[in-house]
Nanobody, 112 residues
Framework: QVQLVESGGGLVQPGGSLRLSCTAS????????MGWYRQAPGKQRELVAS???????NYADSVKGRCTISRDNAKNTVYLQMNSLKPEDTAVYYC??????WGQGTQVTVSS
């Protein structure tokens, strides 16, 4: 069974940065698309950013210009670089591979 493992979450002050990592137990090219989602308390899970096998990227309006999704094929890892973090970015961030495979999530808390 394919597994996705996220890491890199934590507590950061407003304006700070974090880089999340999602490492797959198989080649990330086995997925048509990989994405980062987030879910804040009491809210629905939402797409943050996605990266297709062909290299196309897509970002939520709320993070455009602040987040970058990228990958390291040799490490089977997808990254989410987040800059200029805001309190409203606080959520559990999930990695998704293809249409069905989810990681366990990593908590990001933006607070002073």
């Amino acid at each position: 069974q394919v597994q996705l493992v996220e890491s890199g979450g934590g507590l950061v002050q407003p304006g700070g940065s974090l880089r999340l990592s999602c490492t797959a137990s198989t080649s990330i090219f086995s997925f048509v698309v990989m994405g980062w989602y987030r879910q804040a308390p009491g809210k629905q899970r939402e797409l943050v950013a996605s990266l297709s096998r062909g290299g196309d990227t897509n970002y939520a309006d709320s993070v455009k210009g602040r987040c970058t999704i990228s990958r390291d094929n040799a490490k089977n890892t997808v990254y989410l670089q987040m800059n200029s973090l805001k309190p409203e970015d606080t959520a559990v961030y999930y990695c998704k591979g293809g249409y069905m495979t989810w990681g366990q999530g990593t908590q990001v808390t933006v607070s002073s």
